[in-house]
C-alpha cells in the first residue's frame, strides 16, 4: 500500500470582488473573460466543491450583499509517488477546511473509495508502461474563494509485490505478510438446510448434501444480488469445486472394514458420496469476512450416482450400454474429478481422471472378450481389484446396482446383462450449468476418453474455431487438444440456455495429439479415423472407426507416433499471448538415450530430457518435473503446428546447476512435482499486459525438505531462452547428452514462493474473483499418511483446525478445505 501524505498551504492572490454597488465590469469579470488559468483553476475548485458537496455552497454566497475580504483554506494532495498496476493507493490530503473535494485530472479512470473526505484511496490501473495520474483536492470554506492542491501517482506494470515465502513444514497455510487467511469449504460441511454440523468423528453421513473429500479443481461463477449469473461480481458467487478422492481412515469410526469379504454398504455409499463435484455460494460480508450460505438454491452435489447423459458421437454407441442403460445414452455420476476447465457461456468442465482403479476386474476375466476389449482394457489400466472394494457390498435392496456396476467382469450373457461396458462410461469431460441443477450434465464425448487431468479453452476469437488443452495424467502420456467444428459466435457468451449452446461447440470437432520435436517446433496429429495410421491396419488394434477413436484415443495417439510425456497434467493458456502451458509432475520410467527401455519406460527426448537421482531417494527419473509450454503457430486455436520450450525445471536449489537445477532455481524458487496451474483472470490487472500465474505441487520428492507449495510467476514467452544440452547418468553410470530448448532462467521479480500447505497435503486448485483481491486455494488430503496400516495410532496433521495457532488436539481429523486469501489493504493478491 503507498501512503501518501504532505502538510502545504494555500494561498490567495486577491481576486476578490467587493465592488457591489456598481455596474461597470468588475475585475472578475474582465479577468474571466481573459480566462486566467488561475481563476479558472480557482473557480473550477469551487465549482468541484459545490457538485460534490450540493449547492448550498453557491447559493449561500450568491445571498451575500457583501464577500468578505477572506482568504481560502490552505490545502495539500499530498507527495507525487511510485507505484504498480493492482495496488492500493492511499491519497491523504490535509486541508484547513472540513469541505473539500478529490477529483482526477488525467490517467487511466479509478474509483475514489471517497471523493468529500481528506483521504482517499483507488487500485492502480493496468498499464503497460510508466503512467501519470494527477490528482486534484480541492477545498473551500463558503466565504472565500476554493483552493486546491494536485497530486501525480506514477503507475508502473504489474509486478510481483510480496516476499517470498520460506520453505516449511508447518501445519498451517503460510502467506507472505500483509495477507489473511479464511477457512471456507470444509470437507463435511453442510450444504443444505437442516443438514447436522459435521462431527468429524466417524459417524457422519449423507455426504450427498456435505462438502466432498479431496478438494481439487476450482472455478468462481458470480452471482448477482438477484441471484442470477453475473460473470463481473466479486462479492457474491458460486463455487464449483471437483472432489478427486477420499482420505478413507479419517471417514469411520474406526477406519474400513469388511465383513466376510464385503463391504458394508452404509461405508461404501458414504465413501462414494464423497467422490464428485460440489457447488456452492459464497459471499463477502462485512470487514471482508467470506461465508458459505448453507441453504442456498444453488447449492449441490455431483457424485459418481448423479443421474448424467452422454452427448456427441459415442452417444448411443454399443460402447456405453450396460444393464442399467440399454441404449447406451444415460449414465451415472462422476468420479475422481481433478483438474478443470470452463467456458465464456457460464458452464463448468469437470475432469475424469484415475478411475480405472475403481473397478473389480482380474486380469483372468478374458472369456467372453474380444482380443480388441483386451487390449483396450489393459491400455486404460482396468486390471485391479477394485479401489476400496465397492463391487463387493451386498445391497439391501437387490435391484440396487450402484454398487454392483464397479464390477467390470463378464458375468452376464452379453453387455445388457452386466456392467463389462462401464468402465466406458468414464474417462470423459464432464459439462455442467452450476446455475441450473435442473438440467443434467452432459458427458462431451467428442473430446474423447482418457485419464483427462483437464480442459482448459484457448483464446476465444470470433470467427475462429475455440480449442480446448487437455493432459492425459499418467505416465507416458500425451497432451491433447480439442478444435470446435464450430467458429466462435460472441452473442453465445449471453445465452440463458447454455448447455445447449455447449451442445453447439462440444459435440463436434476434432482431437488432435502433440508431437514434439527435437529442434523447438512440433505438431498437431488429428486422431481420425482414416489418418495418421488410425485405421483397421493398425496391428495393436484395428480401429473400426471414429467411435471406436474416441472411446480410446490413447490407442489411436500410439498409432499417430504422439511424444510420451513425463506425466501430463494441468494446462493453461496465457490471456494475452494465448501461448499453452502444461505441467509435467515426474516420471520414475525416463531412462537415459543410451539405456534399453523396458515396455513401460521411454527414453528422453528434447520435451522431456532429464533423468537423475534427488537424495536421499535412490531411484532414478525425472522425479521433480517440469512445465513444457508451446506457442500456436499464427497464435490460433486452429494451429496444426507450433514452437515450443522448457520454461521450468523442478529441483531443489542444492542440485546441480548444469544438469538438474537447469533453471537456476535459488531457496526462494525451488519446488518439485508441479501440478495444479492457472493464469489470473483478464479481468483485473494480474491478468493483463504480463499475466500472473500460479502453479502447485503434488509431491513427494521434496517433502523430506517442505510441505507442498504454491508459487507465483510473470513468465516471458516461448523463445525467450535457448538451446541446451543435458547431461544424463544411467543406472550403470554410462553418461549420455539430451539437447533440449529451455526458457529464459527467472529472477527474483518474477518467480517466488506464495504460499506452503499443511503436513501431508497436496496444494491444487486455484481461482479468484473477477477483481483479483479474494483468491480460492484448495488444500487437499492433510495428514494424509496417519492412522494407516505403517502409522496406525496417530493422527498426522490437524489441519484446518491447527490454522489459528499451529496445532489443535491430538485426536481431531484433519479435513481438505478452501482457503480464502485476500490482503489486508485491499489490493490484487500476489502484486
Not at 449441490?300 to 454399443?318: E, I, Q
Amino acid at each position: 500500500m503507498t501512503n501518501l501524505t504532505e502538510t502545504g498551504f494555500g494561498y490567495t492572490d486577491g481576486d476578490v470582488d467587493t465592488n457591489v454597488h456598481t455596474t461597470a465590469p468588475t475585475l472578475g469579470a474582465l479577468i474571466d473573460q481573459r480566462y486566467s488559468r488561475r481563476d479558472t483553476l480557482q473557480r473550477g475548485g469551487t465549482a468541484i466543491v459545490a457538485a460534490t458537496m450540493g449547492g448550498a455552497l453557491l447559493a449561500g454566497c450568491d445571498d451575500l450583499p457583501s464577500i468578505p475580504n477572506d482568504a481560502g483554506p490552505t490545502v495539500s494532495a499530498g507527495t507525487a509517488a511510485t507505484t504498480n498496476s493492482g495496488r492500493t493507493v492511499t491519497l491523504t490530503g490535509t486541508s484547513t477546511s472540513s469541505t473539500m473535494a478529490w477529483t482526477q485530472l488525467s490517467g487511466p479512470t479509478v474509483a475514489l473509495s471517497s471523493t468529500t473526505t481528506a483521504t482517499t484511496s483507488f487500485l492502480a490501473p493496468s498499464v503497460a508502461a510508466a503512467t501519470n495520474l494527477v490528482f486534484q483536492l480541492a477545498a473551500a470554506n463558503g466565504t472565500g474563494p476554493a483552493t486546491t492542491s494536485t497530486v501525480t501517482i506514477t503507475v508502473n506494470p504489474a509486478a510481483l509485490g510480496f516476499a517470498a515465502i520460506a520453505k516449511n513444514k508447518l501445519d498451517v497455510v503460510t502467506v507472505p505478510t500483509g495477507y489473511t487467511v479464511q477457512v471456507i469449504n470444509r470437507t463435511g460441511d453442510p450444504i443444505a438446510a437442516g443438514v447436522d454440523a459435521y462431527k468429524n468423528d466417524g459417524t457422519d453421513t449423507n455426504f450427498a448434501q456435505r462438502i466432498g473429500d479431496h478438494g481439487d479443481a476450482m472455478y468462481w461463477y458470480g452471482l448477482s444480488a438477484t441471484g442470477t449469473r453475473d460473470a463481473t461480481s466479486s462479492t457474491r458467487g458460486l463455487i464449483v469445486q471437483n472432489h478427486e478422492n477420499i482420505n478413507q481412515q479419517y471417514l469411520h469410526v474406526a477406519g474400513a472394514t469388511t465383513v466376510a469379504g464385503a463391504r458394508p454398504e452404509s461405508e461404501a455409499l458414504k465413501e462414494i458420496e464423497c467422490h464428485g463435484v460440489s457447488v456452492t455460494e459464497v459471499s463477502e460480508g462485512a470487514n471482508r469476512a467470506w461465508t458459505v450460505k448453507q441453504d442456498s438454491t444453488f447449492n449441490r452435489r455431483l457424485t459418481p450416482s448423479t443421474p448424467m447423459v452422454f452427448n456427441g458421437p459415442v452417444k448411443g454407441s454399443d460402447f456405453l450400454k450396460t444393464a442399467f442403460s440399454t441404449d447406451g445414452t444415460q449414465g451415472r455420476g462422476t468420479i475422481n474429478n481433478c483438474a478443470n476447465g470452463t467456458t465464456p457461456w457460464g458452464t463448468a468442465l469437470t475432469c475424469e481422471e484415475n478411475w480405472a482403479g475403481y473397478f473389480r476386474r482380474a486380469s483372468t476375466d478374458v472369456a467372453g472378450r474380444t482380443a480388441k476389449e483386451l487390449t483396450a482394457l489393459n491400455r486404460y489400466g482396468v486390471t485391479s481389484t477394485g479401489n476400496y472394494g465397492w463391487s463387493t457390498v451386498i445391497a439391501a435392496d437387490a435391484t440396487n446396482t450402484l454398487f454392483r456396476r464397479w464390477d467390470a467382469r463378464v458375468t452376464g450373457a452379453d453387455a445388457l446383462s452386466d456392467f463389462r461396458n462401464e468402465p466406458n462410461n468414464f474417462g470423459w469431460v464432464v459439462e455442467l450449468d452450476p446455475y441450473d441443477k435442473s438440467k443434467a450434465p452432459r458427458k462431451r464425448t467428442a473430446l474423447g476418453r482418457m485419464g483427462h487431468e483437464g480442459c482448459w479453452p484457448g483464446a476465444f476469437v470470433v470467427g475462429k474455431k475455440p480449442a480446448w488443452y487437455m493432459g492425459d495424467d499418467a505416465v507416458n502420456e500425451y497432451l491433447y487438444k480439442f478444435v470446435s467444428n464450430t467458429a466462435w459466435v460472441a452473442a453465445d457468451a449471453d445465452a440463458t440456455d447454455r448447455l445447449s449452446i455447449g451442445d453447439k461447440y462440444m459435440d463436434a470437432g476434432t482431437i488432435y495429439v502433440a508431437v514434439f520435436n527435437a529442434d523447438g517446433t512440433g505438431s498437431w496429429k488429428a486422431l481420425t479415423f482414416g489418418s495418421n495410421g488410425i485405421d483397421a491396419t493398425y496391428a495393436p488394434y484395428a480401429f473400426a472407426n471414429q467411435v471406436d477413436v474416441l472411446v480410446n484415443p490413447r490407442l489411436a495417439a500410439d498409432a499417430a507416433g504422439a511424444t510420451p510425456m513425463d506425466r501430463p497434467e494441468w494446462t493453461a493458456v496465457n490471456p494475452v499471448t494465448g501461448e499453452v502451458y502444461l505441467t509435467l509432475t515426474n516420471n520414475a520410467n525416463r531412462v537415459v538415450s543410451t539405456d534399453t527401455p523396458s515396455a513401460t519406460q521411454r527414453r528422453t527426448d528434447a520435451a522431456n530430457p532429464r533423468v537423475y537421482v534427488d537424495p536421499p531417494s535412490a531411484s532414478r527419473g525425472n522425479r521433480n518435473g517440469h512445465i513444457i509450454r508451446l506457442k500456436e503457430t499464427g497464435a490460433t486455436t486452429e494451429a496444426t503446428t507450433f514452437t515450443w520450450d522448457i520454461y521450468l525445471f523442478g529441483a531443489g536449489s542444492d542440485l546441480d546447476a548444469t544438469n538438474i537445477n537447469v533453471s537456476g532455481l535459488t531457496a526462494d524458487q525451488d519446488f518439485s512435482s508441479p501440478d495444479g496451474m492457472a493464469f489470473s483472470r483478464p479481468s483485473h490487472a494480474g491478468g493483463q499486459v504480463k499475466p500472473m500465474m500460479w502453479f502447485q505441487t503434488d509431491d513427494s520428492a521434496f517433502t523430506d525438505v517442505t510441505n507442498c507449495m504454491m508459487l507465483a510467476a510473470m513468465p516471458g514467452g516461448v523463445g525467450d531462452g535457448g538451446a541446451r544440452t543435458i547431461t544424463n547418468t544411467s543406472a550403470t553410470a554410462v553418461t549420455s547428452t539430451q539437447a533440449t530448448r529451455v526458457g529464459a532462467a527467472p529472477t527474483a521479480a518474477n518467480l517466488k514462493r506464495f504460499l506452503v500447505g499443511p503436513i501431508e497435503c497436496e496444494i491444487t486448485g486455484v481461482d479468484s474473483t473477477p477483481d483479483g483481491r479474494t483468491l480460492f486455494v484448495g488444500i487437499q488430503h492433510p495428514g494424509e499418511n496417519g492412522l494407516t496400516a505403517s502409522n496406525p495410532t496417530t493422527i498426522t496433521s490437524h489441519w484446518p483446525d491447527s490454522q489459528a495457532t499451529g496445532t489443535a488436539a491430538a485426536t481431531i481429523r484433519p479435513r481438505s478445505a478452501v482457503v480464502v486469501i485476500t490482503k489486508n489493504d485491499g489490493g490484487v493478491i500476489g502484486l
